[in-house]
């Protein structure tokens, strides 16, 4: 993000005075009436000005936070029945989902960026036969033989399960993923 002019009382009091006409009455003495009534007038404009600051803040998605629930709105967020426990996580899974809006492919580059926009650095390659992925990473448990009975087949991390449903929502659907760990 560029740099953001952060203003005080004395910025905008100095401007405020910059700005008056010329003459005797239009004193500069801080003890003064009018220049007390100009550092209200600049208090309040200093509070407008920050805010104007945190707009642009909340205008991008990895950067809000007040405005976090109307970006997940928009996005139709949450997706897969699944809310990361934090803020960052939900920038996170907001973003990866802006970045991949609309896009769609069958390409080993589309499903590397696919990854990338989730934070993963998985390889997808080709396989053998025509639209057959696979994707390594090390985001998930299979069900070994010495694992209880009881125990899921797969076990995923939050943001490799969020990021296997993205894979799995946006691919081909004559395509399949054959998911190692």
Known sequence: MGKVWIANNADYVRALQTARPPGVIWTRDPSRRFVRLLQGIADELVRVHGRANQLIEEADPQTTTEMLADWERVC????????????????????????????????????????????????????????????????????????????????????????????????PAHAAIYWTD
């Open 76 to 171: 139709a967020l949450p997706e897969f029945n699944f809310v990361p426990p934090d803020m960052a996580g939900r920038r996170r899974v907001l973003t990866a989902k802006l970045r991949t809006a609309g896009a769609g492919g069958q390409s080993e580059t589309y499903f590397e960026e696919l990854a990338a926009a989730h934070g993963f650095t998985w390889d997808v390659y080709d396989g053998p036969w025509t639209f057959y992925f696979t994707v390594q990473g090390a985001q998930m448990h299979r069900m070994r033989c010495n694992d209880p009975c009881n125990s899921p087949l797969v076990t995923w991390t939050a943001d490799a399960y969020v990021a296997a449903c993205s894979f799995t929502k946006n691919k």
